[in-house]
């Protein structure tokens, strides 16, 4: 099984940003869905944005307009973008491929999963 590795996470104050960095085989470009996931202690792993094959994204309402998953096909790279952190941001971040159909928030539908990296965020 492909392995993803995620890269960028750190420990930023309220209000900073950070950019995640997942590569991903130039293959999946087009043909699977991408997306990122986020996990904070104690709490379920939720969906933070998606990106499908025509490039449509979704986000989940608490990080709209402050994340941006975004694909840069020239270095076979899928980012997030993360502005104006806050404390509730805090949690370790998975980013996710699948080349099945369904809702993106479903977890079981995704192939491919990194191990995460950790994104902490201090008041």
């Known amino acids: 099984q492909a392995q993803l590795v995620e890269s960028g996470g750190g420990s930023v104050q309220s209000g900073g940003s950070l950019r995640l960095s997942c590569p991903v085989p130039?293959?999946?470009?087009?043909?699977?869905?991408m997306a990122w996931f986020r996990q904070a202690p104690g709490k379920e792993r939720e969906g933070v944005a998606f990106v499908d094959r025509d490039g449509t994204t979704r986000y989940a309402e608490s990080v709209k307009g402050r994340f941006t998953i975004s694909q840069d096909k020239a270095k076979n790279t899928l980012h997030l973008q993360m502005n104006s952190l806050d404390p509730e941001d805090t949690a370790m971040y998975y980013c996710?491929?699948?080349?099945?159909?369904?809702?993106?928030?479903?977890?079981?539908?995704?192939?491919?999963w990194g191990q995460g990296t950790q994104v902490t965020v201090s008041s």
């Open positions: 996710a491929t699948t080349r099945r159909f369904g809702p993106w928030l479903r977890q079981d539908l995704y192939d491919y």
């Open positions: 130039a293959y999946t470009w087009n043909t699977y869905c």
